[in-house]
Structure formats: structure tokens, C-alpha cells
């Protein structure tokens, strides 16, 4: 971290805000600089907040991070791929992973059909909304612990591990069985859930804010990882942009460059991003093609009759069809499915 002094500090102040910074663990190196002095900050910086040490002394003039903000999720320091392996369903470092299911549980029959249809063609793990996060308060809200007893049932039929997501703290008993539990987008920066979360034993599958950026995706990251739990997989899932034409923009870029800062290893929801079935395909296709760990797709029976997010639903039959082509592509690169 660099910090910027004014002209002609007061040496007193100067002293003043030395000894501060001396207390925060850091190697300090004062440098006198032509026009303005510079004090270098040496070390981990993660707990300094930049506003605070411009607003603690009149003499500063900027603060500048040139390290990242965050430090258990990043790769620097955690240089191998973090693989999250729940009873041998893998996602992460050479492997690639398939979550898929519909948007919401609705009934036995759907979860069942679905569960063994998406098996068979080579689904990792089996998702399905017991709590939805719903814009309209009159739109359906998910069966809540019901949905996640079906959920179970599903998982007891085919053995398919289950994703579901959380919606808040007092739920938290109702996952005790769940083996994934799913941070939505909505919720990326419910920093309780996730500090919450970070005690907690099971993998979380943190999906990217409507209008989050990377780093702050990365931040929300770290407070799971900060908390002791280290089993954290990134979904992106399509960003708000002024195009209407999608449901979002699915941020393709946002897979390399993320790969390149962390070690936690990252999905991509095609469903969500694209918000139409037909592009599900090949957003799926250029998901691996950008080095994605894996795919969450939404699935449904009957997608006409789907009770939410129909739109963007496959049947089994193009799920399949999709998975194919998957498969060839994550060959190509090098990914075990
Ligand atoms: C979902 O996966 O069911 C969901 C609600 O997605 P998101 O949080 O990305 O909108
Ligand atoms: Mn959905």
C-alpha cells in the first residue's frame, strides 16, 4: 500500500501517523520524495481500509492498494486449484461438474423424472429451489422445507448429490441433509449469511451479484473462507448490462480472469445468464471453452408448466443433447467429467 503525503508534511503529524501504521504489523519504508514524501506499506494489507488511513491524518494526500484486498481466496498465496469433492462428485482443479435441475421444486414426480433423467446423462449433482428468491412477494415462493424433503428423496433415488439454495440464518437446521448449500445472487452480499456460512462444514456455491464486480464476488468469498470454511465454488450467472434482449449478460471474461486472482474454482449458469433456452447450448459450450470448472443448468419435465423460470428450462431430451457436446469440449480441454 502507498501512501501519498501532502507538501511539506508537519513533521509531528508525520510522527503521529507512523506510529499508527507501526501497530498494524506492516513494514514501513519512508521515502523522501522531490515534491511529496511517500510512506510504502510492506506486508499483509488486507485489514487496512484505504478511506480510514486518508480520513486519520490531515497530511495525507492518497492511499493506493497495489496488493489485493483479499487473502485466503487468492491465488497467490494458495498458487494449486481448490477441488471440491463431495463423495467423489467433483468440481474443481481437472475436474469439470454438472449441476442441474429445475429452478424450483414443485413436486415427487418432477423431482424424480428429473433427477434420474439428468443422471443418466451425466449430471454431478442435482439442484432444485426449495426457498426462491421471487421479485414479486404474489409469485411462488417454493415449497421451503417440503421442497427440501423431495430434494432428499431425489438424492435417495439416483444418489445425486443435492444444491439448494439458502435464504436466511434461521433456515439453517432445514440443511443439515443438503450437501451443497447455494448463495444466490441476491444474497452475495448478505454478509451475515456468509459469515454464518463460513462456520459451516458443507461446500457453498456463491453466485455473483446482479451488479457485483469481481472483486467484490472475491470479497464475499473471503468471508466464508475467513470464517474457517475453505469449500467455496463461484457461479457467474450474468450480469445487469443495458441489454434487454437476454435476461443478463453472461460475463464470459469474468471465468479466465477469475481463475487467474483465486484458486476457488468457478461455474457458470448458463440458465440465469441467458434467461432463453436456446442459448443455453452455447453459452454452455463457451463456458468450457473459457476454462469453467463446470455448469449449473436448469432442467424441467415439463418446462411449459414450470411454476418458475420455464423460459430458460430445458427438457431432459435437449439436456441431454447439450451434454454431448459438453462432454467432447471439456476432453478437449484436458477435464475430467
Ligand atoms: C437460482 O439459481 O435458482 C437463482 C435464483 O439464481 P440467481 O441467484 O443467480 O438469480
Ligand atoms: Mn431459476
Known amino acids: 500500500m502507498i501512501i501519498m503525503l501532502k507538501q511539506n508534511p508537519d513533521k509531528q503529524e508525520v510522527e503521529k ?15 523522501h520524495g522531490k515534491f511529496n514524501d511517500v510512506i510504502g506499506l510492506v506486508g499483509d494489507t488486507s485489514h487496512l481500509d484505504e478511506n480510514t488511513i486518508l480520513a486519520s491524518s490531515d497530511i495525507v494526500e492518497t492511499v493506493t492498494r497495489v ?3 483479499y487473502k485466503a481466496v487468492n491465488r497467490k498465496f494458495h498458487p494449486d486449484d481448490t477441488c471440491i469433492d463431495v463423495n467423489g462428485a467433483k468440481i474443481g482443479g481437472q475436474h469439470f461438474g ?9 413436486s415427487e414426480e418432477q423431482m424424480i423424472q428429473v433427477a434420474k433423467a439428468v443422471k443418466d ?11 426462491k428468491p421471487r421479485t414479486s412477494p404474489y409469485a411462488f415462493q417454493g415449497l421451503h422445507g417440503e421442497g427440501i424433503r423431495l430434494l432428499l428423496e431425489a438424492k435417495k433415488e439416483t444418489g445425486l448429490p443435492i444444491v439448494t439454495e439458502i435464504m436466511s440464518i434461521a433456515h439453517l437446521d432445514l440443511f443439515n441433509d443438503v450437501d451443497v448449500i447455494q448463495v444466490g445472487a441476491r444474497n452475495m452480499q448478505n454478509f451475515d449469511l456468509l459469515k454464518e456460512l463460513g462456520h459451516s462444514n458443507k461446500p457453498i456455491l456463491l453466485k455473483r451479484g446482479l451488479s457485483s464486480t469481481m472483486e467484490e464476488l472475491l470479497m464475499s468469498a473471503e468471508y466464508i473462507l475467513a470464517g474457517g470454511n475453505k469449500k467455496v465454488i463461484l457461479c457467474e450467472r450474468g450480469i445487469r448490462t443495458f441489454e434487454k434482449a437476454t435476461r443478463n449478460t ?12 483465486t484458486h476457488l474454482p468457478i461455474i457458470v449458469d448458463p440458465s440465469h445468464a441467458a434467461g432463453i433456452a436456446a442459448l443455453v447450448e452455447p453459452l454452455s459450450k463457451a463456458a468450457v471453452a473459457v476454462g469453467a470448472d463446470g455448469l449449473m443448468i436448469e432442467v424441467h419435465n415439463n418446462p411449459k408448466m414450470a411454476r418458475c423460470d420455464g423460459d430458460q428450462s430445458l427438457t431432459p431430451l435437449q439436456f441431454d443433447s447439450v451434454m454431448q457436446k459438453v462432454k ?7 477435464k475430467i467429467m
Not at 501517523?17 to 521515502?31: G, P
Not at 446423462?121 to 426457498?131: E, Q
Not at 467432447?328 to 484436458?334: C, G, P
Open 328 to 334: 467432447f469440449l471439456a476432453s478437449v480441454e484436458n
Open 98 to 106: 454438472v449441476i442441474a435441475g429445475p429452478c424450483s421444486v414443485e
Open 121 to 131: 446423462s451425466g449430471a454431478k449433482f442435482l439442484r432444485g429451489g426449495a426457498f
Open 250 to 261: 453472461l460475463d464470459l471474461s469474468a471465468i479466465p480472469l477469475l481463475k487467474s486472482k
Open 17 to 31: 501517523l507512523t506510529s499508527m501504521l507501526e501497530k498494524e504489523n506492516v513494514t514501513i519504508n519512508y521515502v
Open 67 to 69: 496488493s489485493e484486498p
